[in-house]
Structure formats: C-alpha cells, structure tokens
C-alpha cells in the first residue's frame, strides 16, 4: 500500500507564501510522477503543477511565475513553494503519485487527503 500525506497548509493573507509538503510512504512502488491538484468550494479540482523523476515540470497557467514545484526522489517527497499567493489560491490543495507497482509494473495511482490553504484579502 502507498499512502501520500501532505502537510504545509494554513491561513495566509495575501502576497504571503506557503511551502506545502507530501510525503510517499509504503513498499514497492515507483513514483513516476507526483504533483498537486486542488479543489476550491464548488469548482472541479484542478491541475496546479506536476513533476516527474526526471523533473520534467508542467505548471496551470495560474501557477506560472508563482508557484514552484520541486522533488527529493531519494525521500519520495514533493514540494510546492507558492508565492505572491492571492484570495483566489484558496482551496483543498491534493497531492498526486502516479507510477507503477513493483515488480509487476501493473499502474499505480494514488491521492493524497488534501490540506487546506485559506488566503485572506
């Protein structure tokens, strides 16, 4: 079993910043790619950045230039640097693993329980 946690989150006025965390834990497995997806208050849960073991980077539009995603492999940890943050951040903010199981290969997906980033006006 893989379980992701996250961590980092709170309350932060805007222009702040926040450093959220999400840690892989569990035995044989790979993480291919991890990344960050959040949920704000009656929207779709949306894409914010993803990066791959090769650190091969894609950020939202809304994230470029503000936010930066990074990984430690050896620590199956993902961060997410996010500045300049504005009211409209604000949501439950999900950390994504894809990858495979090993030794089977057979896919692997997995979702973190979300933290919740609040930014205030």
């Known amino acids: 079993q893989v379980q992701l946690v996250e961590s980092g989150g709170g309350l932060v006025q805007a222009g702040g910043s926040l450093r959220l965390s999400c840690a892989a834990s569990g035995s044989r497995f790979r993480l291919n790619a991890m990344g960050w997806y959040r949920q704000a208050p009656g929207n779709q849960r949306e894409l914010v950045a993803t990066i791959t073991s090769g650190e091969s980077i894609n950020y939202a539009d809304s994230a470029k230039g503000r936010f930066t995603i990074s990984r430690d492999n050896a620590k199956n940890t993902v961060y997410l640097q996010m500045t300049s943050l504005k009211p409209e951040d604000t949501a439950v903010y999900y950390c994504?693993?894809?990858?495979?199981?090993?030794?089977?290969?057979?896919?692997?997906?997995?979702w973190g329980q979300g933290t919740l980033v609040t930014v205030s006006s």
């Open positions: 994504n693993g894809a990858g495979v199981w090993v030794p089977s290969y057979r896919p692997l997906e997995v």
